[in-house]
Nanobody
């Protein structure tokens, strides 16, 4: 069982920045891809960014050039640096870990990001 704990959310004005962190309870995550997802009120959960064990990254078109995902495998941590935030970025942000071999899927409890206009 892997536990994920997100932190770093909050209220920020348009154009501001936040850095989200995801702490994993097991070093096994360092061998697998991890991702950030978000869910806005009344909308489905959507992919924000993913990062492979070798730090190859992928982003949703809506955040390209503004968000940066990174990881520190030695600390079992994944980060999401969010710059130039917009009101439409307002959502609960979730950290995700998928075990490529067992197919087990793990989610954190989420952290709220609110961007005021």
């Amino acid at each position: 069982q892997v536990q994920l704990v997100e932190s770093g959310g909050g209220l920020v004005q348009t154009g501001g920045s936040l850095r989200l962190s995801c702490a994993a309870s097991s070093p096994i995550v360092s061998f697998h891809p991890m991702g950030w997802y978000r869910q806005a009120p009344g909308k489905q959960r959507e992919l924000v960014a993913t990062i492979t064990s070798g730090s190859v990254t992928n982003y949703a078109d809506s955040v390209k050039g503004r968000f940066t995902v990174s990881r520190d495998n030695a600390k079992n941590m994944v980060y999401l640096q969010m710059n130039s935030l917009k009101p439409e970025d307002t959502a609960i942000y979730y950290c995700n870990f998928k075990n490529m071999f067992s197919k087990a899927d793990y989610w954190g409890q989420g952290t709220q990001v609110t961007v005021s206009a």
